[in-house]
């Protein structure tokens, strides 16, 4: 193994150890929050109802509420990390196996979001970094325009537009069958997507503009080398960087504003759940549906970091780019 | 390779009259005025001036490099071809023989290709060399630069290499399209001075080697005067002189050469103070239209100077754009170093 | 996530300084909104031609009338009079955010940056830990446990936002502290308190506008959606993020104006705050 | 012999497992002048940042009017007080200045910083030093950025000046400057030093520079002195290897460069 080898794998391993410490901390403050939350845990365990003595001790004993908060804790991870996550006491079931009923509504929503985004997201910001004139002025209106729309006005207009007057898709539910399900997912996931896309765009065409002026560039101008070649081996190449970096934390964010989304096309996914948890103040379930998307969230980073290492050569030996 | 030979005893390369005007702001402004030398094959001719002097601009509109919306007037002749006219695969074997060197070899290598293939990239593209022998050129091409290791330098990326061993790598890539002329940009500007001795030790073994002709920028006359055969010097965007080397110190032509000469401290001798040129550089498009662009600094400025700009007039084997030239003829370094 | 933080930054700066210069209309109908805006927060409620909050199920969904320019919303309310209201919640959470983000990321970007060493490390691994929590999930968390209004999820935006101004203003400071004309005044003699408070922050302050202006379109985009979902701000308050949710079913009822109302409020807000922050900030980086 | 202004001593500098610096020492004497010259990575720069107390030393004293200043200073009047004994003019004049602020508002907050004085009488002194150092009253109330290269170094001077210092480092103060304004703020320099009893130190990599400047010589070489004495004794006759390579890279007129007999790669 070279220098060059070991250092990136003592960058992997530091990142990962700060993974681990992110997640220890993201996990803690989840529990701890609502540990502290207002309101004895018996009562929101049963719902408020009262009960009898006996079944009282079973309840804390079961739940070791008897025990130091930090034992509570160490059992509530110990139990996360086995797939257990407690009970939900408005359904009365595993929360795990109530995340695992939802879960793949959320991730086919993020997935074909994150498609858009990269698809259409990244395709236009490359076309109006090299091209000047209409299209790349309109994409400029547009995308600011787009950048701030939120979600859940992104999607009442997609809604009124593609499910309301055109009516060329639902705008509820989660639709029976693959191909019904991925037309289902087609308004949620544009709406998801919009403002994120345009963001991504904004920031390829930048990133294309700033490589394409680059100093390197002028020298393989000046050495003959073809202009194709050009863009696709220094262009392109150095401005992947940036493009997969602001691609990769953009994607990630989805996992949460998804929430949203779903609330508004009426899917049963996990964020919709987070927010009916919430307002039902059934706490393990918010604990359990919080730890899973932090989870997500902290892993993404992490890979958008390791790729963004395995791009830039220079990143290994900590000379981060500012 | 398939040349075009010129003639024997015709300049490689040839300038004639090039102004380079730049958008600036809107209107157009000149960066370079009427600029016109000419550099024999073998030849080392330097290019010396201050900051906004157009020198680095000149290299440029040379090897076709200048900003989005340059309007060039006059011409370059390259063998003589136009080099403005080229295209395609003449504009890609004009680029294969003149080859370019920057002061600043960091921004000029891209930071996330390895050595190897920056250094093999033009050969493989343009002139279809299979990688294996592209590569053993390199490593080949390396030694000669005093890099013995090539074959690990070759699979390093820019930022494991120091400043001067980039530079050397910047000059054997150079090399490595066999170029009949070499554009040196301040090579050597950022390194340290023993770093720069042996750097244009192996500049200067390779390019009598190979009988290369070259352009070399700086804005050190001592430089310029001591590596190159003849010097260009310039101001305000135009070309105020051309002189011989050797005596580019001891029978300057034009005031403001003997001016620059006289303003740097000597490493031999103690003054107390130096003879400074007053005010600062002009740049192009400060210059007056119709004076001498060195008039408001020049000790011998006269009403002759302020009339019109002079042209570039014939003295002692060189050129010189001063209209009292003639006059002044071997007076310069004397007074000026009073 | 220290290095995914830093990219963050990069690439936040590079979609700004992508931007084109242009000339000061945009800049002049962004603070146009903005103004709008701000009175209409001020003055809302003595601007509303009718009572905001009261239904009258008998006008479900009625249209535009020349006396209700926007007409009904579901519950009958005058959809006019509930925007100038609801203008006041919907711009005070985001400048609570603001203001909290913008002192605590200041105030910690500073601090590393000038003190650098330990502290500094301190500091930015606590802040790659907030990085973990997406701003809405926190919010939605806070609102779980203490209950939904306005108060939970603002605190949440605030810590989950922290983490990310104090990482592009830190890297300013850093960027700023490393100027030689800070070491002469070191060298002078000047306290560090007087180099930051008379130097360094005066010279990153276009960036700290900057970055408040576009922080309040981020807040305002979150804290609608929070409100949205039902964990905000609570009905029948008028609020922005409120409306569109009660509205929502108008629009598949064929009454798209009273949710379309407010969320083109939002939309129009947050446009005028990002591009403000845009201007500024190249307005700034072209001053130097 | 007077007494010395400034005496370094033994001085170390670590950076992790790097030593930047390794047993330097000097001294300069009232109104004397000395140069510090080497190439990069010798740490000459890093002995002028220990010096003005950017850097703390690992080891060795430094004192400058015989007060040490080895250790940070521990409050304000001291720092102030060693800002009146050594001051620094920087390599790059455009990031030396603070873009907001004007000549006038520069050298007005040091002289506030260092004098009791009202503000007519800073004024006064504003405008002696610009006078000095050449500037007129329009480029003194003008922002850095609208003042050329050499304008804003005169400004930098006259900020380090405005502190009276006894000791003016000059770290590659000229080397940035085009040829002809080099030398107007090296003669600038000159008449500084013959109008006051202020000592030089010259960091420099320029030998001509330095050979202009000072008096005495030390050259650094990887963090070590390899030679010292007069500058054009030193200069003339190079003793130690390093000092004559250096030398000899010097291009002049009829100089060839040459080819170190062994290449250091790395």
């Not at chain 1, 804390?60 to 991870?77: M, T």
């Not at chain 3, 919010?139 to 306005?150: C, E, H, P, S």
């Not at chain 3, 929502?248 to 446009?271: D, E, R, S, Y």
């Not at chain 4, 030193?234 to 130690?240: C, G, I, Y």
């Amino acid at each position: 193994m070279g220098p060059a080898e070991s250092v990136h794998l003592r960058f992997f391993v530091r990142r990962l150890a700060m993974l681990l410490v992110s997640l220890l901390v993201a996990s803690f403050v989840i529990f701890a929050a609502i540990y502290l939350a207002p309101g004895n845990p018996i009562a929101a365990l049963s719902g408020g109802r009262s009960l009898p003595p006996d079944s009282l001790h079973v309840l804390e004993a079961r739940y070791h509420l008897d025990q130091p908060f930090i034992v509570q804790y160490w059992y509530w991870l110990s139990n996360a990390f086995h797939g257990n996550l407690g009970i939900s006491i408005t359904l009365r079931e595993n929360v795990s196996d109530l995340i695992a009923s939802r879960i793949s509504t959320t991730a086919g929503l993020v997935l074909y979001s994150s498609i858009l985004i990269i698809v259409i997201g990244v395709g236009l910001g490359i076309l109006s970094g090299f091209k000047r004139g209409l299209l790349d002025t309109s994409t400029l209106v547009i995308t600011a325009i787009s950048a701030s729309l939120p979600a859940f006005v992104a999607a009442i207009v997609l809604i009124l537009v593609f499910a309301v007057q055109l009516q060329w898709f639902p705008s509820l539910g989660n639709g029976v069958g693959f191909i019904d399900q991925v037309r289902h997912l087609t308004l949620p996931a544009f709406a998801l997507a919009v403002s994120s896309l345009a963001i991504v765009a904004r920031v390829t065409r930048a990133a294309i503009r700033e490589e394409a002026r680059r100093e390197h560039v002028q020298t393989a101008v000046s050495r003959g080398i073809p202009t194709a070649e050009l863009i696709r081996r220094h262009v392109l190449r150095n401005a992947a960087i940036p493009i997969t970096t602001i691609s990769g934390i953009t994607v990630a964010s989805l996992i949460a504003v998804a929430a949203v989304v779903e609330v508004v096309f009426g899917l049963a996914g996990l964020g919709a759940y987070l927010v009916q948890s919430a307002q039902s103040k059934d706490l393990a379930v918010v604990q359990g549906i919080s730890l899973l998307l932090v989870t997500t969230f902290v892993v993404m980073n992490v890979l958008v970091d390791v790729l963004y290492a395995v791009l830039d050569p220079r990143v290994s030996l900590g000379s981060r780019a500012q | 390779m398939n040349r075009a030979e010129p003639a024997a005893g015709a300049p490689l390369l040839e300038l004639e009259g090039v102004t380079v005007r730049l958008p600036v702001e809107g209107s157009m402004q000149a960066v370079l005025q009427d600029v016109s030398f000419a550099i024999r094959p073998g030849e080392a001719l330097g290019l010396v001036g201050e900051s906004g002097s157009g020198k680095s601009m000149t290299a440029r509109a040379i090897d076709r490099l200048l900003p989005p919306g340059a309007a060039v007037t006059g011409r370059v002749r390259f063998g003589g071809r136009d080099v403005m006219t080229l295209s395609g695969a003449d504009l890609k074997r004009f680029r294969g023989e003149v080859a370019m060197i920057f002061q600043d070899p960091r921004a000029h290598t891209n930071p996330v290709r390895r050595i190897g293939d920056f250094m093999t990239e033009a050969l493989r593209t343009n002139a279809r060399v299979p990688m294996d022998e592209a590569a053993r050129r390199a490593v080949d091409l390396l030694a000669s630069v005093g890099i013995e290791d090539g074959d690990r330098r070759l699979r390093q990326y820019p930022h494991e290499l120091s400043g001067g061993l980039l530079q050397r790598v910047m000059i054997a890539t150079a090399l490595l399209t066999r170029p009949r002329l070499l554009l040196a940009d301040e090579p050597t500007t950022a390194l340290d001075v023993t770093t720069q001795a042996e750097v244009l030790a192996i500049l200067d073994n390779l390019r009598s080697e190979l009988s290369l002709a070259m352009l070399f920028i700086t804005h050190n006359l001592e430089l310029a005067a001591a590596i190159c055969d003849r010097t260009v010097v310039m101001y305000a965007g135009q070309v105020v002189e051309v002189r011989e080397s050797n005596r580019l110190h001891d029978q300057p032509l034009h005031p403001y050469t003997a001016a620059l000469a006289a303003a740097r401290p000597s490493i031999d001798a103690t003054a107390h103070r130096l003879t400074a040129i007053p005010g600062r550089p002009l740049s192009a498009f400060e210059a007056p239209a119709e004076a001498c662009a060195f008039t408001a600094r020049c000790p011998y400025a006269a009403d002759v100077c302020r009339e019109r700009r002079p042209a570039l007039v014939e003295l002692d084997g060189g050129l010189t754009r001063c209209a009292r030239a003639r006059e002044l003829f071997g007076r310069l370094e004397v007074e000026l170093h009073a | 996530m220290s290095v995914a933080a830093g990219l963050a930054t990069a690439a936040w700066r590079r979609y700004r300084a992508g931007r084109q210069r242009r000339t000061s209309p945009v800049l002049i109908a962004s603070a146009a909104v903005i103004v709008l805006a701000t009175f209409v927060a001020v003055a809302g409620p003595l601007l509303a031609p009718y009572n905001p909050d009261l239904p009258d199920l008998s006008q479900y969904f009625v249209g535009p009338t020349p006396d209700h320019l926007l007409g009904f919303d579901a519950q009958g309310r005058d959809v006019l009079s509930r925007l100038l209201v609801g203008a006041r919640t919907s711009m005070l959470g985001p400048l609570a955010v603001t203001l909290m983000c913008m002192t605590l990321g200041s105030l910690l970007a500073v601090t590393a940056a000038w003190r650098g060493g330990i502290i500094d490390a301190f500091i930015s691994s606590g802040l790659d830990i907030l990085f973990a929590f997406p701003g809405i999930l926190l919010a939605v968390l806070a609102a779980a446990v203490f209950g939904a209004g306005l108060l939970a999820p603002v605190l949440a935006l605030s810590v989950a936002y922290t983490p990310y101004v104090a990482r592009v203003l830190r890297g300013a400071a850093l960027r700023e502290r490393a100027q030689p004309y800070i070491a002469a005044l070191e060298v002078q003699g000047a306290s560090s308190v007087a180099i930051c408070l008379r130097h360094l922050i005066p010279n990153m302050l276009h960036l700290i506008v900057a970055q408040a202006t576009t922080l309040f379109g981020y807040a305002m985009v979150d804290l609608a959606a929070i409100s949205f979902l039902g964990l905000g701000v609570q009905p029948p308050s008028a609020d922005w993020g409120v409306m569109v949710s009660e509205n929502q079913q108008g629009i598949i009822q064929g009454f798209p104006i009273p949710a379309l109302a407010a969320g083109v409020c939002i939309v129009f807000v947050v446009i005028a705050f990002n591009l403000l922050g845009e201007r500024l900030y190249e307005r700034g980086e072209a001053r130097r | 012999m007077p007494e010395p202004v400034l005496e370094v001593e033994g001085l170390r500098k670590e950076f992790g497992p790097r030593l930047a610096v390794d047993d330097v020492g000097f001294t300069i004497p009232q109104g004397g002048s000395l140069a510090i010259v080497g190439e990069s990575g010798s740490g000459k720069t890093t002995v002028a940042k220990m010096i003005v107390g950017l850097e703390r030393p690992t080891g060795g004293t430094i004192r400058a009017c015989g007060r040490d200043r080895s250790t940070p200073a521990r409050s304000t009047r001291e720092r102030r007080r060693r800002g009146r004994e050594v001051q620094i003019v920087f390599q790059d004049p455009y990031t030396s200045l603070d873009p907001r602020q004007t000549m006038e508002e520069a050298i007005d907050e040091v002289l506030r910083m260092h004098q009791g004085w009202q503000p007519k009488r800073r004024m006064e002194r504003v405008r002696e030093l610009s006078d000095m150092v050449g500037l007129d009253a329009r480029q003194a109330r003008a922002l850095p950025r609208s003042l050329s290269g050499g304008q804003r170094q005169r400004v930098a001077i006259a900020r380090a000046l405005a502190a009276e210092p006894r000791v003016l480092i000059l770290d590659e103060s000229v080397a940035a400057l085009d040829v002809s304004i080099q030398a107007q703020v090296l003669n600038l320099l000159a008449d500084i030093r013959d109008e006051t009893a202020i000592s030089f130190v010259v960091i420099s990599h320029d030998l001509a520079v330095v050979r202009q400047l000072t008096e005495q010589i030390v050259v650094m070489w990887r963090g070590r002195l390899v030679e010292r004495g007069q500058t054009a004794d030193v200069l003339d006759h190079p003793q130690a290897d390093y000092t004559k390579l250096l030398r000899a890279s010097v291009p002049k007129p009829g100089w060839k460069p040459q080819r170190r007999p062994a290449v250091a790669t790395g």
